[in-house]
């Protein structure tokens, strides 16, 4: 520890601490400009030029790196100083006349104009090199750096191309005091289908409410991934939470009951080419605007257009890909009821024309047809006819640059709604991995997908599988409500069977002689249930009662007879057949 | 009299079964000549059933399941329909005519085609007629004959 | 061995090379082949001899006759004159200026005769290209003693009683650098030569590389065993093709003597050599800047704050030295301590900065008769530098200024001759010693544009990185431009001064720290030449072309120069009016000032006012 006096005030610090530090820990201001305390000083602005007395000596150097290793003396604020510090200023002012930050410095200092004349009055790089620093050497990524000599020193990229290398991280337009340095969308457009909840940091929450309510890294987008650099995140954690070499890790539990909730996944209307989802601007899918809707979205909540402006007007088509032969046959159940929200949303938000294209309104719940009533006093205009193809509007007539064709059955006319967006209010369907779910846990789905519960009127949360349960829309589209008590009820079927402590097994199953099994292991491929496992040491199949369902199958195909089916044995049957034949 | 078939039906418990019990509550009437046998899966059915029924006095033998795709046991229909084409040929080794066992899918909605294919095989094992097989003494020292032979010694 | 009557020594500096010395050597050979004197005369090339100015030079040893100028036509004359018959040629002789008798002997000659060669103690007697010539004259000897008689302690005592100081221009005591880096933890060490040489008009290191690399490897050994280090790196500038060629020679023959490389001289001491290169940045002499270079990184200088010696190249200790210290090195270690401290200024026995010790060499230039390299003792007087050694300001012009230290340095005027060469009192007087250069001006310099000059060098060469250099002498050569166009203002020298002060204290390393050094001496000493471009826009030298008036005198037009039209014709602008026999006069409007006219006009028509 060493003693120091900085501007008459004694502080104690440890050897090779910088002048800039004590000073902080002294409350004493030191302007800086190229200083970043992420980054190694770089010590070129020379604004933070102070005065060191050392044995008799007075030196003048840069307190943002200059080591303490001895006794002395700093003097921040001395006339000279000072003098250095106007200079300085005056000359960066003539050189960015555009940097805000070098205009309100020199007028702390008294300093309003500079003498020197100026090349460039929109200029607000002051060189301070701290983009370059982090692009080089935090980010690694070395997209940016500094080309030319001496006055004609400037920042730019490889060739002054758009260089390869650029990550897109935006940590130089991040660290940039001048604000010189700007991170624009290189279309400068709203892309519905790539909005997301929340900031779009590398490492974030993914959403408000998500579980757990914790940080995680995208590695997609992570500099550290790309580059091997960074890693600013883990070295300003306070508990070294972060692990960049984590890795996704299988662990085995022995569990008792199991609830499927893996929901469901949303219907993508690109094939319906007449809709021209994904072809022209502003047709979204219910999710997309829910999500723009969103107060945490990108836009704030605002409904809005990809170039920006608000619609004039919205259309909202149900049943996109339910109730349809040529992709789902069944109803989505949840469609009609979030299509009349969106309505209101849009009358609330703005003064946009809604038109509400329906098939049938299925408002079943509680409050739901009031809901539809209410909508209906809105003055949305609501049209029974399915929407069947979307276009540009060429003739530029009416309030939209898309055309909704559809057949308005109330009135019996083909109609033709210019609309400026249009929502597709796409059906549910099953996940994409739902029936290899299904085989991997020994339970049913059906052909649209949707897990197949023990029986549709008397067992809507439990599966032929014991053990198994269902909640959500897993089994079937349904809304929130109806999730929410299929989850409960799941819960409690699960509970009930983990608190008995037991399963009671079905009394039927196949069982092994092992005196009677050659180990021809006919059987272990034919079990649906894998329920049948050859044992190594004893070179005999056996099977496990509890995954065995007693099909018999294996009991069939045994050529040596060693397997029986409890309560189906073949002495019962052949004792059946001679009683009935007899 | 005419000559009344005694067919042995093997019916698999989640579709066939049901379907034949949808028959009987819808009061659908089907020919009292086949008696059932409850097996859980048709995939349970082994060749020796078919062979012991007909030797123990069945003039046919129809197995019902679930329609492929349908089984509760998942494959367990594929296996009967693998192993039924083989028992055919062997009962046409033996001399046996292999229309005397089915294999018809029956789901559990089904009770009026339960009704018709048990209808539809009674008539036609009553065309084939009687197959005493208890009847015929098989001498392993002198083989009675070819199969054709029997056959015809049978008719 | 075959003992030769005499020995021709043609210069082969890359001044006299470039004078085609080269092919004065083949004429020599061919001439001597010819009289059938190949087995008694032998031609060699030696280094540069230093007196630049006179090349190409041939010295006869050893009678040591010192002949100038000459020309492949004089060749066979002097060959069969001096060579054949006895009797050197006066004609090629060298005549003192404003004299007319010729001076045979080189030593004779006040260029010669004022020098004292301590780091050319070879100069013009070996064959650089030839390590025996180097070892025939106690090459290698010094580095056999310290690697086999002393420790490493003992060679950092020796170094640091000599007083010998950085000859680089910083003018730190090396033996208390090889001290500090002995000390420093870390391995491996460097040690470096900085041959970069960016100084404009400087070639001291230039020219000892090319006459003599041997010396500085030798000198490089002996550094290596004091500090402790195995690896040494030669950074020579881009510019400098002959010279790294002469040293890719010299190291190889070194290794192959066991002089260099593993195992030297059987005692188990390692150390060898790589060569890199610079790229044409005058920032990369800096050391700091140096070592990014070599690094691979951009040249580009960091704060000293922690030195160089603990955290150098690859953050590793590392010594760097310029040229002429290492090549200094050995003769200290031959000739002793009390020798080179008996050369000098001052007292280092007990403050190594009490004193400037030993030799230094200048390169002398400008306004000056003898033109060339010179080694003198420190302490002698700026006085006979210029007007002995240098044979004083040519065709009687009157002295004006002296500028040492290059770009870097300062001008001190006619008032401070008396002043010695010292590392203190020049900086004190406002300049520095720097490398060595040394520029004469006279009567018809201007002071102004001579600052402009050296500011626009430092200016063009800053690298940019901290803002005080970068934009402190950008504006300083504006305001400087702004007063040789005569549109300079009082403000303008107050702003100057400002400047000048804020560049020197502000910025981050010593390129920035000295290059307003010519504005701020300029200032001092002449100040009332910056007033009168300010006040009455004239150039008093009529140097600063923006300021003159050209006109002709129409008498000395009609009555010499008959009209001859030349000047009109010869004037870009068409600025010129008049008729043949008759004056002729310039239309100041359209006139440029470029001075075209003034140098074409035999007759002296032109006048600049």
Known sequence: ?582 | MSFEPKILGILCNWCSYTGADLAGTARMKYPANMRSVRVMCSGRVDPGFILNALRSGADGVLICGCHPGDCHYVEGNYKCMRRIPLTKKLLADMGIDPRRLRLEWVSASEGARFQSVVTGFTEEIRTLGPLELRELNFDAEHPAGTAQEISAAAS | MKPYRANVMVCAGTGCVSNHSLEIKKAFEEEIQKRGLADEVQVVTTGCNGFCGAGPIAVVQPDGIFYQLLKIKDIPYLVEEHLLKGRPVPRLMYVPPEEKIHIPKMNDIAFFKGQMLVALRNRGMIDPENIDDYIARDGYRASAKVLTTMTPDEVIQMIEASGLRGRGGGGFPTGVKWESCRKAKGEPRYVICNADEGDPGAFMDRSIIEGDPHSVLEGMVIGAFAVGSSEGYIYVRQEYPLARERLVIAINQAREYGLLGDDIFGTGFKFDVDIRRGAGAFVCGESTALMASVEGRVGEPRAKYIHTVEHGLWNKPTCLNNVETWATIPAIIMRGVDWFTSIGTGDVSENPWGGSKGTKVFSVAGKINNTGLVEVPMGITLREIIFDVGGGVPKGKKFKAVQTGGPSGGFLAAELLDLQVDYEQLTEAGSMMGSGGMVIMDEDNCMVDMAKYFLTFTQDESCGKCAPCREGTLRMLQILQRITDGKGTEEDLVLLEDLSHYVIDSSLCALGGSAPNPVLTTLRYFREEYEVHIRDKKCPARVCRQLNVYTIDPNLCVTKGHGCGVCRAQCPEKAIVGEKNKAHSVIQDACKKCGVCYDVCKFDAIQIS
């Not at chain 1, 909840?197 to 590695?219: D, S």
């Not at chain 1, 972060?242 to 539990?253: M, R, V």
């Not at chain 1, 979205?297 to 909202?316: D, F, Q």
């Open chain 1, 1 to 582: 520890m060493i003693s120091i006096e900085i501007d008459g005030k004694q502080i104690e610090v440890e050897e090779e601490t910088t002048i800039l530090n004590a000073a902080n820990a002294l409350d004493i201001k030191i302007p800086t400009l190229c200083y970043n305390e992420l980054i190694e000083p770089y010590a070129v602005c020379r604004i933070c030029v102070v005065e060191v007395i050392r044995r008799k000596r007075t030196r003048l150097v840069t307190a943002c790196n200059y080591p303490l290793r001895e006794s002395v003396k700093v003097r921040t604020n001395s006339e000279r100083v000072l003098k250095l510090r106007r200079m300085n200023l005056e000359l960066l002012m003539a050189r960015a006349p555009a940097a805000k930050i070098i205009q309100e410095m020199a007028a702390e200092m008294g300093l309003e104009t500079t003498r020197f004349p100026i090349e460039n009055p929109k200029e607000s790089c002051i060189l301070c090199g701290l983009c370059v620093q982090m692009c080089q050497d935090v980010v690694g990524a070395y997209a940016i750096g500094f080309a030319d000599r001496g006055s004609k020193r400037e920042v730019s990229t490889p060739y002054e191309r758009t260089p390869e290398t650029c990550i897109l991280c935006g940590a130089c337009a991040q660290v940039c005091p001048t604000g010189h340095i700007r991170m624009t969308d290189a279309e400068e457009r709203i892309i519905h289908s790539k909005l997301s909840l929340g900031p779009n940091a590398a490492i974030t929450i993914p959403f408000r409410q998500a579980i757990p309510n914790v940080p995680r890294i995208h590695a997609e987008h992570c500099i550290h991934f790309k580059t091997g650099e960074c890693m600013l995140c883990s070295k300003v954690c306070p508990k070294d939470c972060i692990h960049y070499d984590d890795k996704d890790e299988i662990e085995e539990f022995e569990i008792g009951a199991v609830i499927v909730a893996t929901g469901f996944d949303d219907f993508d209307p690109t094939p319906m080419k007449q809709l021209g989802y994904g072809r022209y601007p502003n047709i979204l899918t219910g999710a997309e605007f829910e999500q723009m809707n969103n107060a945490g979205s990108p836009t704030g909540g605002k409904i809005v257009m990809e170039n920006g402006e608000e619609p004039r007007s919205v259309a909202i088509l149900h049943c996109i890909g339910s109730r349809d032969e040529n992709y789902h046959k069944y109803c989505s159940r949840v469609c009609c009821m979030y299509a009349l929200k969106f309505a209101h949303l849009v009358k609330e938000k703005s003064n946009a024309e809604v038109y509400q294209l329906y098939v049938d309104m299925r408002a079943f719940g509680k409050g739901y047809e009031e809901f539809y009533q209410r909508i209906l006093d809105e003055g949305v205009n609501v049209i029974r006819g399915k929407g069947t193809e979307i276009v540009p509007n060429r003739s530029g007539a009416g309030d939209g640059a898309l055309l909704v064709r559809c057949e308005d059955t109330l009135i019996g006319k083909f109609r033709e709604i210019p609309v400026d967006m249009v929502v597709l209010c796409s059906a549910l369907e099953a996940r994409s991995d739902a029936t290899d779910l299904a085989r991997k846990l020994n339970i049913s789905a059906g052909a649209d997908g949707w897990f197949i519960e023990s029986h549709p009127k008397l067992g809507p949360v439990s599966t032929t599988t014991e053990g198994i349960y269902l909640a959500g829309v897993c089994q079937g589209p349904k809304d929130i409500p109806d999730t929410v008590a299929q989850g409960s009820a799941a819960a409690a079927q699960a509970m009930k069977m983990l608190a008995q402590g037991q399963i009671l097994m079905d009394a039927a199953y196949a069982e092994i002689a092992e005196e009677f099994c050659s180990g021809c292991r006919i059987c272990n491929g034919l079990c649906p249930y894998n329920a049948i496992s050859f044992d190594e040491t004893k070179k005999v199949s056996n099977v496990n009662s509890a995954m065995c369902k007693a099909c018999g199958t294996c009991v069939a195909a045994c050529p040596t007879g060693a397997i029986a089916a409890r309560h189906f044995t073949d002495e019962q049957i052949y004792a059946q057949i001679e009683g009935i034949l007899v």
